[in-house]
């Protein structure tokens, strides 16, 4: 099993950075890919990165191309989301989640508040 903790979210306003990152228990964790999920108000969850076992490929939402960047470091058990020019829009609960080659993401994070203000 994998646990998942993020941290780094908060309050910035519109055009700032924040970095999240996601601390993950256990000596497995270069197994699993990583992904960034949010999920706003009201809306349904969606997914914002994911970066495979060993970094080597990451993929994003359209909606973030070009501003936000996923990274691991698999000797830190740490995945991280660096955000740069945030929007109001990008306002949500941000959570971490693994998942193994060929399976749905089976590991979550409980969540970190991300609010941009306008």
């Known amino acids: 099993q994998v646990q998942l903790v993020e941290s780094g979210g908060g309050l910035v306003q519109a055009g700032g950075s924040l970095r999240l990152s996601c601390a993950a228990s256990g000596h497995t964790f270069r197994r699993y890919v990583m992904g960034w999920f949010r999920q706003a108000p009201g809306k349904e969850r969606e997914s914002v990165a994911a970066?495979?076992?060993?970094?080597?490929?990451?993929d994003y939402a359209d909606f973030v191309k070009g501003r936000f960047t996923i990274s691991r470091d698999n000797a830190k058990n740490t995945v991280y989301l660096q955000m740069n020019s945030l929007k109001p829009e990008d306002t949500a609960v941000y959570y971490c989640a693994a998942r193994l080659a060929g399976s749905g993401y089976d590991y979550w994070g409980q969540g970190t508040q991300v609010t941009v203000s306008a």
């Open positions: 970066i495979s076992w060993s970094g080597g490929t990451t």
